[in-house]
């Protein structure tokens, strides 16, 4: 059945993100970005309304929600602001891990709860891996030896544990639980100033520690399974963070630009604004769905589900790009100044689309597949 | 709840017209392009067989439509039981695949049917629709645009001067699909033009009507085995029974129904069928090209790498235009006002097919000029940027619709 209608349940969800995101989020989005982290209260607030749980597994006390709920209601928290929303810990990446990760006596026993400190997620193996970072893993008696740097990554500042995808000297894929009281890790000083800032970006340096044999999730082809289901939850939740953004630039102008007159009427008269805002609204709603569609196909276990990701996450960034540029430039210079909030989610969304992967790794990926026919899910396979 | 999947009934639908597209449409289409025509005898054996343009209006007579919409229902009641719309634009993207100009040229009522459905009398309903049989090959049309007057419905100059009994019609109508072999077509009318809208009238204007002729079909860059004609009206004398909805309704609803209501409203419901169509040809371009590029590209190289990106590229675009047709579908059968998505399918589609056929013969190169399909459906779906509303016009309504919302109207 064809349908574009939440359940009663996801609505009275949404309601409450809603009404957070506009009330608590959206006016504390300046305030995060100057302290470079989420305040407090704020997060303590998240935390009480559970939406640091949605997509964790029961069994580490999660709320083990569908996708097609998670996107809904990230899609409304990102509409406060994305810089925030990338500053809840528990929204952080390595969450889609172990949701596909069965019951896990290593990580139930960390120090991390689901809600509290989080886990950030490195990964060394995509595309990200082949420039702007050093890191070397070597096998070593007992374990591994682990030296180098690692490019930014969200959470860098907050977290006490991180899961690392890697690949060994023999090209052997593994999943790692490092926490830093057993591998210890600094945060590199950094200059990061584009965007995200509450979000705690930073680079993780690695001296020649010790990784421990039991720190290994998976290897081999588990592991390399385990990444991209992983990564195909990532990118259809972060893609729909990207949806909430654009809807929020969107319909602030909207709003600016029916108020704003120029040459004695509102500029929204002018075709050369109404009809570049149509053009916003049309991505934004033309990504909305992908995100909505890669969500369900990925709850049903379809197997184009990865494929579907894909497309969600490389039209998103070509969105939340377009949308929010475009905001800035209908706002004229107020749109440059931060007294107005869209040139700040300009600078979030470009900093988001940086993060999580570049449209040309993206369009190979799904190329590559499209020609060969290759399926998008070896779901024989399954994760332990 | 929110889903994607097709329901037994729906993937029947897209599996029997996708047969039909494949086995009956594909191998007559560049030949019907060359002739300018679709053969007769073809006509003739898919009228025998059933097929017709789905549009919502075609399901006149339909379950859904006699019992549908009490207000007691619940929204997923009425989803469940209304489809129509849904199953349109899943069988138009299939037909699109299968030949646009000749889909167009499938017997049936066409556009024509939805303004009948959604305001002729219980009578004209009866009368104009039920026509359609196996028997005999008909068509139904629709006349809004004139030589002033496409999108701007509004200013449309053909006239309607009450007479005893009646109308007389006086006017032009262009870019007529199927104006000439037409039963009978809704024309779109006002009875005194400083009226504005609320003096245009809907009439259906039956073949042989005195004064009532299509003497020339247009010669176009593409869709040239669909026709397209100029209706002409000279003192065109219709009845009472024609005017769409009878005179009683536009009398009791002096500010509901009028012609530009039900233009509009027929807008609505056709456009996401129009976005639907180029969705099928841009899929069609695209499936060619793949399979092109599997046979004839090396495997490996710069050239190879870039066709494999931007072929995914284009499957995004279309599954992206898809998935907006459905949702301005899904919002029609709901009965929830959808002017804005349909207008956003619309522009969205016809944009993409287009730029996906372009980026489909380059990736054929020069031989793409030489028989290939690709070429056909490039020149065939330029128009679905224009008709039904131009993109332009699409932007337009967006825009008005996101206006409004902060209380200004452009």
């Known amino acids: 059945m064809i349908s574009f209608r939440p359940t009663a349940e996801e609505n009275r969800l949404l309601q409450t993100a809603r009404d957070f995101a506009r009330e608590q989020i959206r006016p504390q989005a300046r305030l995060a970005e100057e302290l470079r982290q989420v305040p407090q209260p704020l997060l303590h607030q998240a935390s009480d309304l559970g939406f640091f749980l949605l997509e964790l597994p029961e069994w580490m006390d999660g709320l083990e929600f569908p996708l097609t709920t998670q996107v809904q209601v990230l899609e409304e928290l990102a509409y406060g602001d994305l810089g925030i929303l990338q500053g809840f810990p528990g929204t952080a990446d390595a969450s889609s891990f172990f949701r596909l990760l069965s019951e896990n006596p290593q990580i139930k026993n960390s120090q991390c709860s689901a809600s509290g400190c989080g886990f950030g997620f490195l990964d060394a193996v995509s595309w990200t891996s082949e420039w702007g970072q050093s890191l070397r893993l070597e096998r070593v008696a007992h374990g591994y030896e682990l030296n180098g740097h690692s490019q930014p990554i969200r959470l860098a500042h907050q977290v006490a544990g991180i899961i690392a995808c890697f690949r060994d000297e023999d090209g052997e894929w593994l999943v790692l639980l490092l926490h830093q009281s057993e591998t210890p890790w600094t945060v590199l000083a950094g200059d990061i100033r584009l965007g995200l800032l509450a979000a705690g970006c930073g680079r993780i340096s690695f001296d020649a520690v010790w990784v421990p044999e039991h720190a290994v999730l998976a290897r081999g082809e588990e592991a390399q399974l385990l990444v991209e289901q992983a990564l195909s939850r990532i990118y259809i939740r972060q893609a729909a963070a990207e949806v909430g953004l654009a809807k929020a630039a969107l319909d602030y102008t909207v709003e600016y630009t029916a108020q704003r007159q120029a040459f004695g009427q509102p500029i929204a008269q002018f075709q050369g604004v109404s009809f570049l805002v149509a053009d916003m609204e049309m991505e934004q709603r033309a990504v909305h769905h992908l995100v909505w569609r890669a969500a369900a196909a990925t709850d049903l276990g379809q197997e184009n589900a990865f494929q579907y990701a894909l497309e969600a996450i490389l039209r998103s960034h070509r969105a939340v790009s377009f949308v929010t540029n475009h905001a800035v430039q209908l706002l004229g210079g107020h749109g440059f100044v931060q007294e107005y909030p869209v040139e700040k989610w300009m600078r979030d969304a470009q900093a988001q689309v940086m993060l999580y992967g570049c449209e040309s790794q993206f369009l190979n990926q799904l190329g590559e597949r499209t020609v060969s026919g290759q399926n998008y899910n070896r779901s024989t396979l399954t994760v332990k | ?410």
Not at chain 2, 156 to 180: E, M
Not at chain 2, 203 to 214: A, L, N, Q
Not at chain 2, 293 to 307: D, F, I, L
């Open chain 2, 1 to 410: 709840m929110i889903s994607f999947e097709l329901t037994p009934q729906q993937k029947q639908v897209r599996d029997l017209v996708h047969w039909f597209a494949e086995s009956e449409m594909r191998p007559i289409s560049l030949q019907a392009d060359a002739e300018h025509r679709v053969p007769d005898e073809w006509l003739v054996k898919v009228n025998r067989m059933g097929i017709s343009l789905s549009t919502p209006g075609s399901q006149a007579h339909t379950h859904e439509s006699k019992n549908g919409g009490s207000k007691t229902e619940t929204l997923e009641q009425r989803e469940q039981k209304k489809q129509s719309n849904r199953l349109s634009v899943i069988a138009a993207e299939e037909v699109g695949w299968g030949d646009p100009a000749i889909a167009l040229t499938l017997p049936g009522p066409g556009l024509g049917g939805p303004p009948i459905l959604a305001s002729g009398t219980a009578e004209q309903k009866q009368r104009f629709l039920s026509i359609f049989t196996p028997d005999e090959p008909r068509w139904g049309a629709y006349g809004l645009t004139e030589p002033g007057a496409g999108s701007d419905v509004a200013g449309i100059r053909t006239t309607a001067r009450k007479v005893d009994g009646g109308y007389l019609l006086n006017g032009q109508k262009i870019f007529i699909t199927n104006g000439q072999r037409a039963s009978w077509v809704v024309v779109f009318a006002t009875i005194h033009p400083e009226m504005g809208r609320a003096g245009h009238r809907a009439f259906v204007v039956e073949k042989g009507t005195p004064g009532f002729s299509s003497p020339r079909i247009a010669q176009k860059m593409g869709m040239r085995a669909s026709e397209t004609a100029e209706l002409f009206f000279e003192d065109c004398f219709v009845p009472d029974e024609n005017l769409l909805g009878g005179e009683e309704a536009y009398q009791a609803r002096q500010n509901g129904l009028s012609g530009f209501r039900v233009a509009m409203a027929t807008f609505d419901t056709t456009r996401p069928v129009v976005a639907a169509m180029a969705v099928g040809i841009a899929r069609a371009a695209y499936e060619y090209t793949l399979d092109f590029v599997r046979r004839e590209y090396p495997k490996n190289g710069k050239s190879y790498t870039m066709a494999c990106a931007q072929l995914a590229n284009m499957r995004q675009e279309i599954d992206a235009a898809r998935l907006l047709t459905w949702e301005a579908a899904w919002m029609g059968d709901l009965s929830m006002p959808n002017a804005k998505e349909a207008a956003v399918c619309k522009a969205v589609a016809g944009k993409m097919a287009l730029e996906i056929c372009a980026g489909c013969l380059n990736l054929m190169g020069p031989i793409g000029l030489d028989g290939h399909l690709v070429e056909k459906l490039y020149r065939d779906v330029k128009v679905y940027d224009i008709f039904e509303g131009t993109s332009q016009i699409q932007h337009l309504i967006v825009a008005r619709r996101l206006y409004e919302q902060v209380g200004l109207r452009i």
